[in-house]
């Protein structure tokens, strides 16, 4: 490839003293197609669907102790199912523009965490996320550089974006008569007792990383990890300190607060109903419900199928062997030029 690449243009000399300068012109244009077939290569665009699980962290559920901060504070038993589509638009052969749709559901509860204080809360919500992003992804390492026969080696990626999001978190009420009934939508009830609702639409900042296997005719499988920094607290309606129900319908104040015997019992041996005020509305409305100063996240694990498809031709080494094609176009003329007879003519009178 090299020596098509750089030293073609030295064919014509050779040539020309086989087959004369117009056989070797011919020889060099078979030459010159051909080493633009090689270097002009097409990028490859790609088509993604993914499925696989959906968890949250916030300020429902959680760790068991004391919080461990990001991952280790997931409850395993709030997961739940989400699924992705995504087309990429290839920018070079290592880089690609992700657009992607997905849906994710989410759910917690301060039943799944032996923590007192949030289980004695009694809280659980649902949710179901909508969310559109666009991401820039760059393959990393595309397996080793060398060839080995019979072994498929993985390719590996990361990628950072942002995105928006809609969602809606639910609840119902824990008492066993309504423990089957309909999930209630949460915004509108205000259970904070906000002046303002808060919005339903939301962004975030996906990050994360994932491996690809060459699966062949243009397939692919993999698996892909992101996690979704967001800039809402109210994933799972609960944030600030609790609302006075005097202020709220009778539902928001049912809701707002779940807190019963059986709860306190289950977050401390020792204590007793007398605990339940720490747990609803005071008076002073200083009662905490959640922690404002940190705002929700939510995570993606998934399995995907991706396929490969035509793109444009890769700008830069299109262009550059263009470049170079021309370039030995121009010395291999300059090389069997004849000289003119002006030339010929000074170069005779020199020697006397």
Known sequence: MISVRYRWY????????????SGSRIALLILGLGASQLFAQKLVNQLAVSIGTGNYLGDIGGADEDSH?????????ATRFSFSGTYAV????????????????????????????RRARNLHFRNTLVETAVRA?????????????????????????????????????????????AWYDLR????EGQLKPYSLMALSLPVGFG?????????????EASWRWTNTDYLDDVSTTYGNPAEMSELAAQLSSQVDAFAISEA??????????????????????????????FGTLQVKMTKSISGNRVPSRARASKRSLRAGKRRARVATRQPSKLRRWFKRRRRF
């Not at 901060?69 to 038993?77: A, E, I, K, T, V």
């Not at 509108?188 to 259970?191: A, R």
Request: one cysteine or more; glycine letters at 12%.
């Open 10 to 21: 030295f064919c014509e000399v050779k040539l020309s003293h086989f087959i004369g300068q």
């Open 69 to 77: 901060g990001f991952l280790f504070d997931l409850s395993p038993q």
């Open 90 to 117: 290839a920018l070079s052969r290592s880089v690609w523009l992700d657009g992607q749709l997905s849906v994710v559901n989410l759910y917690g509860d301060d039943a799944f965490t032996s923590r007192g204080p």
């Open 137 to 181: 992804r760059w393959q990393v390492w595309d397996g080793p550089n060398f060839q080995t026969s019979g072994k498929v080696f993985p390719s590996l990626y990361v990628f950072a974006g942002v995105g928006g999001f809609y969602h809606n978190p639910q609840t119902r009420l824990r008492v066993a008569a309504d423990n089957g009934a």
């Open 188 to 191: 509108d009830l205000k259970t």
């Open 211 to 223: 491996m690809d296997w060459d699966l062949g005719s243009g397939w692919q499988m993999g698996w």
């Open 268 to 297: 401390n041996e020792d204590w007793d109903e007398s605990q339940m005020v720490h747990f609803q509305y005071n008076g002073s409305g200083t009662t905490p419900r959640g922690n404002p100063e940190k705002n929700d996240g």
